[in-house]
């Protein structure tokens, strides 16, 4: 092939188990084959060399530019390709958390308080960072509406990289905030412990299904089941 395939095969394995697929095709059984710019998946290695050598990702609203990374703000609906792009990339992401539902395919998603940030290097995309403005109720009764994480993913390939850290810092100062005022949606995985503590996160604000708790440390949100 022109180009090689993005994920490992730990990675297309996830895909198999997520969307039900016990085989992918006659002569490459157990196989999945994804379009590395836009992640559509394929049974037979020919038939992505073909889609992948004409598809091509528009990358609007960028809002950082790196030597050879960009990051875009999706807060609307009108880059549809980028959308499902990233609807596809969620889908590693609900795998690795083990939920039931892909929180970046919420019909929530992609606006002015439920932001996307879409991470691309060599205008590739290679991650992402959903956001959300939610309605918590403090211990007095009264209402306020914090940013929380969602969901992030960055493909494994690109991991501990740095990559996480530059798309988490500018989410963050786009949204005008500080680090210690973002909540967390739970749950979250071993890769997502190791990166809030390599940004001396030692305590975090968790949003749960049930509520929310302020400055949960984060070793005791490790051992706990939610």
Known sequence: MK?????????????????????????????????????????VPYACERHNSKCSVPITNVIFKGEDVLISKIKDK???KLINALCELAYFSK????????????????NETHPVYALFKSQKLIGYMAYGKQKLIDKNGESFFPWVLLDMYVIRTHRR???????????????????????????????SFHFLKSKNLNKINVKMISGWSPNIPLEDLRKSKF
């Open 3 to 43: 180009e090689p395939l993005r994920f490992f095969n730990d990675e297309r394995e996830l895909l198999l188990e997520l969307q039900g697929v016990h085989g992918g095709s006659v002569k490459y059984p157990q196989q999945m084959f994804n379009c590395s710019k836009c992640f559509k998946d394929f049974f």
């Open 78 to 80: 009108t880059n549809k």
């Open 161 to 191: 990289k740095g990559y996480a850290s530059l798309l988490y810092n500018k989410s963050i100062e786009d949204l005008n905030q500080k680090y210690e005022d973002i909540f967390y949606s739970i749950p979250l995985t071993n890769d």
């Open 95 to 110: 795998r690795e958390q083990r939920v039931d539902f892909v929180l970046t395919n919420s019909r929530e998603n992609f």
